[in-house]
């Protein structure tokens, strides 16, 4: 535009003022400027681009600078400052916000408003397991293995005098007394009773279980010792009758079928199968 002004307009009012005050004898008239034929001086418009160029180089420059120099800012900036001048739509630090700000924030904006919902977070799972029924109140919040750990009194119904009378037995825990030999053996004595045909024994059959019982009851049918004391179990002395005597346990199947080492074994074994972190 600027080119095309000059070349129209200024050069040849130039020109005629010039040849006005020259010697030249009959000087030109200039009457209609836009129909005078303009003699193009290329070296002149060579010179007018090159400026052009450097002009629009030099905005170029400025814009660069200016951007670098918000960037500067906005690193200096705190989070609210930030929020401020991309979503207030100035800064909180001058009140000015350059073009290219402008333009980034109006854009993040919208890529926001484009973003889809977050999606909403499953349901913690919830479980309802428990063994309220087992253990006492105190200890209802803990796991299966920090039960089995607990004192054999911590069983729901039995008070603390127990403790002393099992470490008799050396047993200070709920996971030795659902794992207590002479209380397996019982189990299974009496499990197996119930199955005993009486006076049916193979005359060929070497069955026994000499190693779990004292040797005057090593004869005797399962039956039989099921009825006995259980200090007719081996490595038990005869102490402990009156010991369990206490607990209302007499004999080999109240031992047993007694219920706190039932609880105490079924503890001990699903704590085998817990998950420290939840995990399946």
Known sequence: FFRNFFIKSVKPALLAVVQQYSSMPEPVQVEDVDHVPVEEDHDEDAEYE????????????????????????????????????????????????????KRKSQE??????????????????????NVNGAIDKAHRGKSL?????????????????????????????????GSWKHYVNAKAITVLASLEEEGKRHPESKLNINKALDKAYETKTLSEVCKSPIS??????????????????????????????????????????ESPDMSS
């Open 145 to 177: 293995k920090e039960i089995i750990a607990l004192p054999p009194s911590a069983l729901k119904g039995l008070g603390s005098r127990v403790d002393p009378m099992f470490k008799a037995f050396r047993i200070d825990s709920i996971e030795k007394l």
């Open 108 to 129: 993040e904006l919208g890529d926001q408003q484009r973003k889809p919902p977050p999606k909403k977070a499953k349901a913690d799972v919830v479980y309802t397991m």
């Open 50 to 101: 090159k400026a052009l160029d450097e002009e629009e180089a030099m905005e170029t420059k400025e814009e660069i600078d200016q951007e670098l120099a918000d960037l500067k800012d906005e690193a200096e900036m705190t989070v609210e400052q930030l929020r401020a001048k991309y979503y207030g739509g100035e800064s909180a630090s001058n009140g000015t916000t350059s073009k290219g700000t």
């Open 232 to 273: 007719c179990l081996q490595g038990l002395a005869e102490w402990t009758d009156t010991v369990l005597k206490d607990l209302y346990l007499h004999k080999v199947s109240d031992l047993a079928k007694w219920k706190f080492c039932m609880w105490a074994e079924s503890l001990v074994s699903l704590a085998k199968f």
